[in-house]
């Protein structure tokens, strides 16, 4: 059984860093690519960053346009964790955020399998 629980969200203000983490069971994690989605209320899915399936060139990433240069998406195999590093947080990053994973996958922002439950990000002005 696949599980993806993340953790790490809260309330911060604008300005603040967090750092959200996704621990996966039930997979072969280094086989897999990982995103990072996010879901605002009455908005549809965005995504965030993603971050390839480990291979002898290393990882690749990818980021949404509005995080670039704020958020840095990285993995640790050994715990079978992505974690998603969030700087220079602004009131419009208020999300529920959603780890993901795609088996074979590279860092693309599409055709994930598997979902987490999410975790509440809030940003205060």
């Known amino acids: 059984q696949v599980q993806l629980v993340e953790s790490g969200g809260g309330l911060v203000q604008a300005g603040g860093s967090l750092r959200l983490s996704c621990v996966a069971s039930?997979?072969?994690?280094?086989?897999?690519?990982m995103g990072w989605f996010r879901q605002a209320p009455g908005k549809e899915r965005d995504f965030v960053a993603a971050?390839?399936?480990?291979?002898?060139?290393?990882?690749?990433?990818n980021y949404g346009d509005s995080v670039k240069g704020r958020f840095t998406v990285s993995r640790d195999n050994a715990k079978d964790t992505v974690y998603l590093q969030m700087n220079t947080l602004k009131p419009e990053d208020t999300a529920d955020y959603y780890c993901?994973?795609?088996?074979?996958?590279?860092?693309?922002?599409?055709?994930?399998?598997?979902w987490g439950q999410g975790t509440q990000v809030t940003v205060s002005s």
């Open positions: 993901a994973a795609k088996f074979l996958g590279g860092a693309d922002s599409g055709g994930y399998a598997y």
């Open positions: 039930g997979i072969s994690f280094s086989r897999y690519g």
């Open positions: 971050i390839s399936m480990s291979n002898m060139s290393g990882n690749r990433t």
